[in-house]
């Protein structure tokens, strides 16, 4: 069966060579066609690396045999930039009065703008704001070419390749203490994943959260990924508290800052611990 893959030109920055990279499938092409959080790691609310990697593309000069070299970003492309953002957001606002008839606004912005990324602000400035980056981009890259890097800043040259599932901190092949942080986290993944629910759960009960804003996930996955330390490193808090015996579960969660569903989970989780323990 044929398939349809996405390829995008990358740029080697160790080797200076450009190679064209195909998009994976399975598991990693389900997550990446979620356009709201593809860019997530599975394990917290930081950018994949892969992701990070994506939303910074470099400008590179093509050379002879695949080879290429960076393009440094000047002064006039820079001023340039401003420019031609400086003129499209006057014709924007100009489009927001009706001077080029009704649909001229939102015209601009399917072809310049994202609703996402500007968060559904259809303002001037909003667009100005997100406009000013694209433009500069778009001197730099002017008569050269956009690629995204195949490594991390920094890595070695035999490093691993980006992550898509995983940011730099939960790599599990990018550093030891990644490892560590991979394995400790990854037992909490279901406490992450129903934590993530119930906060979604709340803020849509109470109107605080929209599905659609992408700063509203960042918010949700950072305060469940909050919520999970606070469960795994003090234990022997959350044990003290136990242990008296006087507290109900409700009052150990405000002490420790969390819900009191992640408490009852924590609490499931010892007394399997314990089963599994006594079965040995
Ligand atoms: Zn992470």
Same mark, same amino acid.
């Given at each position: ?5 996405e ?36 394990l ?28 440094? %970003?000047? #002064? ?5 930039? !401003?420019?031609?953002?400086?003129? &499209? @957001?006057?014709?924007? *606002? ?42 500069? %981009?778009? #001197? ?5 070419? !956009?690629?995204?890097?195949?490594? &991390? @800043?920094?890595?070695? *040259? ?28 990854r ?8 934590l ?66 992640a ?16 079965d040995?």
């Amino acid at each position: 069966m044929a398939k349809d893959y996405e390829t995008h030109l990358a740029f080697d920055p160790i080797l200076e060579r450009v190679v064209t990279k195909r998009e994976a499938t399975g598991r990693i092409e389900a997550k990446l066609a979620d356009n709201l959080t593809w860019c997530f790691c599975e394990l917290c609310g930081n950018l994949t690396e892969y992701s990070a990697i994506r939303f910074n593309p470099v400008v590179v000069k093509k050379l002879k045999n695949e080879n290429a070299k960076l393009v440094p %970003l000047t #002064e006039k492309m820079i001023s340039l930039g !401003l420019e031609r953002a400086k003129k &499209l @957001a006057k014709h924007y *606002s100009e489009a927001l009065s009706g001077k080029y008839g009704p649909h001229k606004a939102s015209q601009m912005i399917a072809r310049y703008g994202d609703l996402v990324e500007m968060r559904a602000d259809c303002s001037v400035e909003s667009f100005h704001e997100y406009i000013e980056p694209k433009m500069k %981009l778009r #001197e730099h890259a002017r008569p050269s070419d !956009l690629a995204w890097t195949t490594r &991390l @800043a920094g890595s070695a *040259s035999d490093g691993p390749k980006p992550s898509k599932l995983y940011c730099e901190k939960h790599h599990p092949s990018r550093s030891d203490s990644s490892r560590r942080a991979y394995h400790r986290d990854r037992r909490f993944i279901w406490e992450y994943r129903a934590l993530m629910e119930q906060i979604w759960t709340h803020g849509f009960n109470n109107l605080t959260l929209s599905g659609w804003d992408i700063e509203d996930h960042a918010d949700v996955r950072r305060e469940a990924y909050r919520q999970v330390k606070a469960l795994r490193s003090p234990t022997s808090m959350l044990d003290d508290f136990l242990s008296k015996g006087t507290m109900t579960q409700a009052e150990i969660a405000r002490q420790l800052g969390i819900s009191r569903q992640a408490v009852s989970a924590a609490i499931k989780r010892r007394a399997l611990k314990k089963r599994q323990e006594s079965d040995r």
